[in-house]
């Protein structure tokens, strides 16, 4: 069984950084795509970085340039870099992992639905972001 722990969240001021860490066990496969996703209070899940096991990396606009993704492979873990926090990044962070093939290849799929309906998630960590 899949199991995700999510570590790293605080309380910081803006312009301030942290490091979220996703703990992973139990994965049996060789490829995969893990993501961060976060959903602030009263606002929708969002997706904000995916790694695949390729090394390629994706971002939303609103995190470029400021959050790095990486996944240390013994460990067995993946990395959320957050610099430059700023108020609006304030959420509760969850990771995800998900096993999708398409085309005979493992895919990260765009669709949060997908990710929802066929995905291993963590309980989260709170990342909350003050002015």
């Known amino acids: 069984q899949v199991h995700l722990v999510e570590s790293g969240g605080g309380s910081v001021t803006a312009g301030g950084s942290l490091r979220l860490a996703c703990a992973m066990s139990g994965w049996s496969h060789n490829e995969f795509c893990m993501g961060w996703f976060r959903q602030g209070p009263g606002g929708e899940r969002e997706g904000v970085a995916h790694?695949?096991?390729?090394?390629?990396?994706a971002y939303a606009d609103s995190v470029k340039g400021r959050f790095t993704i990486s996944k240390d492979n013994p460990a067995n873990t993946l990395y959320l870099q957050m610099n430059d926090l700023k108020p609006e990044d304030s959420a509760m962070y969850r990771c995800?992992?998900?096993?999708?093939?398409?085309?005979?290849?493992?895919?990260?799929?765009?669709?949060?639905?997908?990710?929802?309906?066929?995905?291993?998630w963590g309980q989260g960590t709170q990342v909350t972001v003050s002015s």
């Open positions: 790694f695949h096991s390729d090394g390629t990396t």
């Open positions: 995800a992992a998900i096993y999708k093939v398409e085309g005979g290849k493992v895919k990260c799929p765009g669709s949060l639905s997908t990710w929802i309906a066929l995905g291993h």
